[in-house]
Structures are given as C-alpha cells and as structure tokens.
C-alpha cells in the first residue's frame, strides 16, 4: 500500500484515490498492478520480466518505452551502501523514469520546481512515473534494504543520472514512514 508523505506539513495519505489525484496534479504518474507472483531471491531478470510480460508489454508499447530491466537490492548486496548514497542524492534524468515494484519497497522523493517536495512509499504492486527532468532522490533504506523492481526507460543512456548537487535531501535523511 502506497504512503505519500508532505513532511514540511506534517501530512500523511494512505487513500490510493488521493494519492494518485495529487501526484497527477503534480504531473507524476501512478498506478497499481496485479503484483501475484513471488519469487525466490535466485529468480532471473528474464523470469521477472516475463512474468509481468501481459502487463509490461502493452505499457510499454503504448508510451514508446523500449528497454527494461531488473533492480535487485537486499541485504546481502555488494557495496550497498555506496550504491545507496547514489540514490540518495538529488538528480534527474533525461527522461521519465518508471519503476514497477513486484516486491519490498522504496521511497521516492519529489522536489519540485515550485519548492515543494514530497515523497512516495512505493511497495509490492505500485507503479510510478518520475517525469523527465523532475528532481527526486530514491531511498531502499538504511537498514534491511529489499526492493525488487522492473525499470523502464526508452533508451539506456536516460538512466543517467545528473546530480543536482543542491543537498537538499540532506535535510530529510531523519524521516521515517509511519504505518
């Protein structure tokens, strides 16, 4: 179940209709799957990408995406905490930038161009759409990380990352969802 969090306001919403009415007013894209099937942590790129095919492929299709992949992080991966400071730095990107998570979860955090920033709890079945060129910052967590998730992009080179060097996440690295 999606959370999406203002922490400046001290606002919470669980209500996915809400959810997905702010985030479009925002110009973010976000959906629900049917997310059924579990995989073993040995299950292949290829086995979660098929999985999902009767979703993803029309999807992708329809907006012109034309690669995916697969993003595996748990506590067992190499370097995470390199990899994490990564993500936990203020970028965007060339293009949109998609994730379908078939399980854990993440957070995602939005600044806008207008100053607001607010993020988004995205767990097992959740699918968002960062848009070309928005800042945001990606969190799996400090402890514990375990998300497993199909990116999607139109072409390689926009999974590139430019760094804002703004260090604004800085100011949120404390923050905690409440379920």
């Known amino acids: 179940m999606a959370i999406l ?8 919403i669980n209500n996915v209709a809400e959810i997905k009415q702010f985030l479009n ?3 973010v894209f976000f959906d629900q799957w049917t997310c059924d099937v579990v995989f073993e942590n040995t299950a292949t790129q290829e086995e979660i990408l098929a999985a999902y095919s009767k979703d993803l492929d029309p999807f992708m299709k329809n907006g012109g995406y034309l690669t ?19 993500f936990l730095a203020e970028h965007t990107h060339s293009e949109d930038e998609i994730r379908f998570f078939v399980d ?25 759409s960062v848009p070309q060129g928005t800042k945001h910052w990606f969190d799996a967590g400090e402890t514990n990380p375990f998300v497993k998730a199909i990116r ?26 409440t379920k």
């Open 25 to 27: 007013d925002r110009g």
């Open 68 to 86: 995916a992949d697969v993003i595996s992080i748990n506590s067992l991966t190499e370097n995470y905490d390199a990899i994490r400071a990564k």
């Open 104 to 128: 854990g979860q993440g957070i995602f955090w939005f600044h806008l161009e207008n100053g607001e920033i607010f993020n988004l709890l995205c767990e097992k079945g959740d699918l968002i």
């Open 152 to 177: 999607i992009f139109i072409d390689t080179t926009g999974w590139i990352p430019e760094y804002t060097s703004s260090k604004i996440e800085e100011r949120y690295f404390d923050f905690k969802v």
């Open 5 to 12: 969090s203002i922490p400046d306001s001290n606002i919470q």
